[in-house]
């Protein structure tokens, strides 16, 4: 039987779906699952049977998910702080994940006729080389073409880049941090912090968390759209700039005629994109690589 698919609404919850999804919906949320090892100390279970319960809520998140039409979602299952923890406890997590992830990805081709797609991504040691190689190419590709650099070329460089940010970011167990959890995608996110326990999230959990997100929507976005919009008149004011200087240089008034300058600013932005293409290609083989070493050493 499928992990995620078995089981179906209630009536009841399938009414209150249907009256939140009259609202805006988020279509990507990420959950920071916290609270395990509490659940497993207050139900008097092992603390190996809590996380065991928080995988297996992992995969009713999804189904109720699902069921609300939101077809991302992201999920801190590990950090690199969790290491730390008795070789036990990794060791007991690391085996949990190997099996209940390896469940989920048997059941991709299935949910990919819903149009569900499902990442599991590997967080810390990905991080320290995008930021490493980020900086030594960026500098050596931008070093004169500062305008290259930006805050949207950091996003496509994130491995997180093919995904839109969070709409709705979810932490349970009281516990109001994001402990380096997606920092930069959630900029504009909205935050909820819910008391409950992971292993006892519930469909009404996710709904109040929703409702949350539906109340703040039109702050959100607004913000969400200025942030945009001031970028592009950031990057377009440099631009300008960059031609004028160009321009200078070439022996034309500070201003040229419009139609010189339209056409450099033109070539200006093609050529960057090109460098830009070049570059993430670039960071996307070394990430290959990297990968490919990783497997290596560890099989
Ligand atoms: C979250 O629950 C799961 C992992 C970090 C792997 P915890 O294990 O942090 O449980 P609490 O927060 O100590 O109760
Ligand atoms: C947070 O782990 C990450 C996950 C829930 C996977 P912790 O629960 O150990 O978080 P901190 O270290 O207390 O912030
Ligand atoms: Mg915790």
């Not at 603390?47 to 995969?59: C, I, M, P, T, V």
Request: glycine share 4%; hydrophobic share 35%.
């Amino acid at each position: 039987m499928s992990w995620i698919r078995e089981g179906e609404l209630t009536i009841l919850e399938r009414f209150c779906a249907n009256i939140i999804k009259a609202g805006p919906m988020p279509k990507h949320v990420a959950f920071i699952m916290d609270g395990n090892r509490r659940y497993a100390q207050k139900c008097h279970v092992e603390r190996q049977q809590g996380h065991s319960q928080g995988f297996d809520k992992l995969a009713q998140t999804l189904r109720w998910c699902l069921n609300l039409g939101i077809r991302e979602v992201t999920v801190y299952a590990f950090s690199i702080e969790n290491f730390k923890r008795s070789k036990e406890e990794v060791d007991g997590l690391m085996d949990l994940a190997r099996q209940k992830f390896s469940r989920l990805l048997e059941e991709q081709e299935s949910l990919k006729k819903h149009g569900v797609c499902i990442r599991v991504l590997g967080d810390l040691p990905l991080l320290p080389l995008d930021i490493q190689e980020l900086i030594a190419q960026a500098v050596l590709a931008t070093r004169n073409y500062n305008n290259d650099v930006s805050e949207s070329l950091l996003d496509k460089c994130l491995y997180t880049n093919n995904s839109p940010d969070p709409d709705l970011l979810i932490r349970t167990s009281g516990e109001v941090r994001l402990s380096d959890f997606l920092l930069w995608q959630t900029s504009h996110s909205c935050l909820v912090f819910q008391s409950v326990l992971w292993p006892e999230y519930s469909f009404w959990n996710l709904c109040e968390a929703i409702l949350r997100f539906q109340m703040n929507y039109n702050a959100l976005q607004k913000a969400r759209d200025s942030y945009m919009e001031e970028r592009r008149r950031q990057q377009m004011e440099r631009d300008q700039a960059y031609v004028t200087k160009k321009l200078q240089q070439e022996g034309f008034a500070s201003h040229g005629d419009s139609w010189r300058r339209r056409t450099l600013l033109q070539k200006c932005t093609a050529m960057r994109e090109e460098r830009i293409q070049g570059f993430l290609q670039a960071l996307e083989h070394k990430r290959a690589d990297f990968f490919e070493r990783l497997c290596t050493v560890s099989a």
